[in-house]
């Protein structure tokens, strides 16, 4: 078979697959809009569950999701970006150092149902913060924090050396080198990454469902110590375990389009920042 074919014949096999994938991911959105934008009303963005959950809104479950997200970012970015700069810029090139990065990368393989029983372990039983926003939050920054340290370590690695280099030639310190002439352009990525993570632990539900997350809560969390519903919980108990499920069925689907509207909404941040980044630098 000659070359030209067997090229065109793998570029129509990609472009099939591209196509296959986008085509499964429109009809998921597709389906999950159709049927649940007959749901959304400014009562159910608003209100809190009335009747078992068969009347109101979800107003709740949003403000505990946006609340835990919120501790999430809080303890991950900071901890995963310190990590990041420590081991891509700081730590030896050794055994030692390549050990941490190999735990690093199996970490973010580890099924989320782990990290929940862990959080209840440290959080919740041995730090006695109980079944809260807090513990689910710490949780999810647990969960969280092998995708920023990862992300933010390939967004460093993309910086050329001799950027560090020319730094130190002129007589800065390392820190200063990394400062000025390393994180300026590693810091889009770093937060692109970073927000990515984030918007996927906004839509766990097993590390939640240990920690604090409750199935009915007709009020707001009053402090950090408080349980709360979120909308990734609120959607399955609607989906799989309420006692009339074709009922709120449409609830539920109106559950899931709020729920992908805040996912596309942390990651047109993460489009903005990239952009404002790239724009910055010319």
């Known amino acids: 078979m000659k070359k030209q074919t067997v090229e065109t014949l ?12 986008v085509f499964i991911l429109g ?23 009335r009747m078992g959950m068969t009347e109101g809104g979800i107003f709740p479950a949003i403000v505990g999701t946006v609340y835990v997200t919120v501790i999430t970012a809080l303890f991950s970015v ?71 340290i990862t992300a933010s370590e390939e967004a460093l690695k993309t910086v050329p050396k001799s950027y560090r280099d020319g730094a130190l030639a002129l007589g800065a310190t390392k820190w200063q080198a990394i400062r000025t002439n390393v994180l300026p352009y590693a810091v889009p990525g ?6 990515l993570g984030l918007a996927r632990a906004a839509g766990e539900t097993a590390p939640i469902l240990f920690t604090g997350a409750a199935f009915f809560l007709p009020f707001l969390p009053d402090s950090p110590f408080s349980q709360f519903m ?7 108990v609607l989906a799989t375990q309420h006692h009339d499920v074709e009922k ?25 920042i990239r952009y404002h980044f790239r724009k910055k630098r010319g």
């Open 78 to 148: 900071p901890l995963g970006m310190f990590a990041a700069i420590y081991l891509n810029e700081y730590a030896p090139h050794g055994p030692l150092t390549r050990v941490i990065r190999l735990s690093i990368r199996n970490l973010s393989g580890v099924p989320s149902i782990v990290y929940g029983l862990f959080g209840v372990a440290i959080f919740v039983r041995t730090l006695h913060l109980g079944a809260s926003v807090l513990s689910a939050g710490l949780t999810l920054g647990l969960l969280t924090l092998p995708w920023t």
């Open 10 to 21: 793998g570029f129509n096999l990609f472009r099939l697959g591209s196509v296959l994938v």
């Open 27 to 49: 009809l998921i959105l597709f389906d999950i809009f159709y049927k649940g934008i007959g749901a959304i009303s400014w009562e159910f963005l608003t209100a809190e569950p």
């Open 230 to 236: 979120a909308l990734p919980y609120h959607l399955y």
């Open 248 to 272: 709120v069925m449409p609830l539920a689907y109106g559950t899931a389009l709020v729920l992908i509207a805040l996912v596309v909404g942390l990651n047109l941040v993460a489009v903005i």
């Open 190 to 195: 770093m937060l692109t990454g970073t927000i």
